[in-house]
């Protein structure tokens, strides 16, 4: 019957109720989607979902806790029951990446109102212990992080006479700062060098010595100068002199000198 009406219209009138009927079809999806909105908005937060991507090492630096005290510091308040409209995602991940241990970080409301929350650390490369009592972690940016209470991180350490840190150091013309962290960064990226190495030690004049794991007690390095030249001598020393001399049979050796290897009983 419907379909016999529909057959007597003209065209044009055919076209135009067609366009009405999509128009009240939209205009009923889009309240049925904002009357969605409006009651997801209404609702309370449910659970926080808080996950920690590990250090290479396994071990974290920082646990959930940390993360919701963090959260509750810079608002106030915590995020579990409040309602879903007040909470400022973009705030909330500002907030997070602000903290020392944290890289960044991405949060986002799940269809089950939780509020789902991914860390990324930052990776400390530089145990920094220097002459003027401070003690602190530089990560792959050279961004300063405090120590923390959960977990030593095993890393490659600085010591010494060393300059206080500031957040532009590695833009510095000449700062022994900046140095250790440059050398921290070439030994740590040679499988050679990372494991033979504990220690980056800087006196009063700028001089460098190494302190190894095992084989020597002391390697002078000397100024933060021909830097790869001197250290691919102390892989060649390392790998082609200790193991037919014997690992206990100098005390230091030094490559401070252009070309050499000085080797001290």
């Not at 500002?94 to 990324?120: D, G, H, K, T």
């Not at 300063?144 to 013309?173: C, D, I, N, W």
């Not at 230091?252 to 000085?262: F, L, N, P």
Request: glycine share 6%; proline share 5%.
């Amino acid at each position: 019957m419907a379909k016999g009406l529909l057959d007597n219209l003209d065209p044009q009138t055919l076209r135009t109720l067609k366009r009405v009927g999509w128009a009240v079809l939209f205009l009923a999806v889009f309240m049925v989607y904002i009357s969605a909105v409006e009651r997801k908005e209404g609702s309370l937060a449910g659970e926080v979902v808080i996950e920690i991507a590990p250090l290479k090492s396994g071990h974290s630096l920082l646990t959930p806790e940390d993360v919701r005290l963090a959260i509750a510091r810079s608002f106030g308040y915590q995020l579990e029951g409040r309602p879903l409209a007040s909470i400022d995602i973009e705030r909330l991940e500002r907030v997070l990446e602000e903290e020392p241990f944290i890289l960044e970080a991405e949060a986002y409301l799940s269809a089950s109102n939780r509020v789902e929350i991914s860390i990324q650390p930052r990776e400390p490369i530089l145990r920094v212990m220097d002459n003027n009592g401070y003690n602190y972690y530089l990560d792959r940016d050279g961004v300063q992080m405090p120590l923390s209470k959960h977990f030593t991180a095993k890393v490659l350490v600085a010591t010494g006479s060393l300059p206080v840190y500031e957040p532009q150091f590695l833009a510095r013309k000449r700062n022994r700062l900046k140095e250790a962290f440059l050398l921290a960064q070439l030994i740590i990226s040679d499988e050679f060098l990372a494991p033979l190495t504990e220690q980056i030690y800087f006196d009063n004049r700028g001089e460098i010595a190494l302190v190894p794991k095992v084989g020597c007690d002391k390697i002078e390095f000397g100024r933060f100068s021909r830097e790869y030249e001197k250290l691919r001598r102390i892989k060649i020393f390392y790998k082609e002199v200790l193991p037919y001399e014997g690992w206990q049979e100098y005390s230091e050796i030094s490559v401070a000198y252009e070309g050499q290897v000085v080797a001290r009983k």
